[in-house]
């Protein structure tokens, strides 16, 4: 996914580029998909497409947003916090704890993150956590949320248009 990701690293959707960006090399890029060579995936709930090779996917609605830095006139607007919530997930079953539909087994999927402008996989767990004694469907009534879809399995379901 590196080569993906770097493919369009220092691109912008905003055909204006701003200054600052323009001084440390990003460009508008129309296209992304086109751009990194990955392949778009039309979503069920949402407009944008998701994104094929990525194993696991979430489709969102954007729920707000809230300018960042506000107190300080020279970055005011220069830096938004989105909340969206998520609509559907989508996780290839060869990543599904084994027993669970709606459990993904964190020894099968090593997702990318960065950090410190750096890629990384993560590595096998170091230590057992305190909290794996608590039942993982008990969380279910906080966060409200269904079990997630296999991807491919929604794709032949007809779905109902959301208001």
Not at 33 to 42: D, E, I
Not at 51 to 68: R, S, Y
Not at 105 to 118: A, L
Request: proline share 8%; net charge negative; hydrophobic share 35%.
């Amino acid at each position: 996914m590196g080569s993906y990701i770097n493919a369009i690293a220092k691109t912008t959707g905003t055909p204006a580029v701003p200054p600052l960006k323009q001084a440390l090399g990003y460009e508008y890029c129309r296209d992304k998909f086109a751009r990194s060579g990955l392949t778009p995936q039309p979503s069920d709930l949402v407009r944008p497409p998701r994104i094929t090779e990525c194993p696991v996917q979430m489709e969102a609605d954007v729920m707000g947003t809230t300018e960042l830095m506000q107190d300080d006139s020279d970055r005011a607007g220069l830096i938004l916090a989105i909340e969206v919530k998520i609509v559907r997930t989508h996780v290839l079953d060869e990543l599904r704890l084994p027993g669970h539909k709606n459990r993904i087994d964190p020894d099968r999927w090593r997702p990318m993150i960065m950090s410190f402008q750096e890629l990384y996989g993560l590595a096998p767990k170091k230590t057992a956590s305190t909290l794996t004694s608590i039942d993982e469907e008990k969380y279910r009534g906080l966060t409200q949320s269904d079990p997630v879809a296999s991807v491919g399995i929604l794709d032949n379901i007809e779905t109902k248009e959301r208001e």
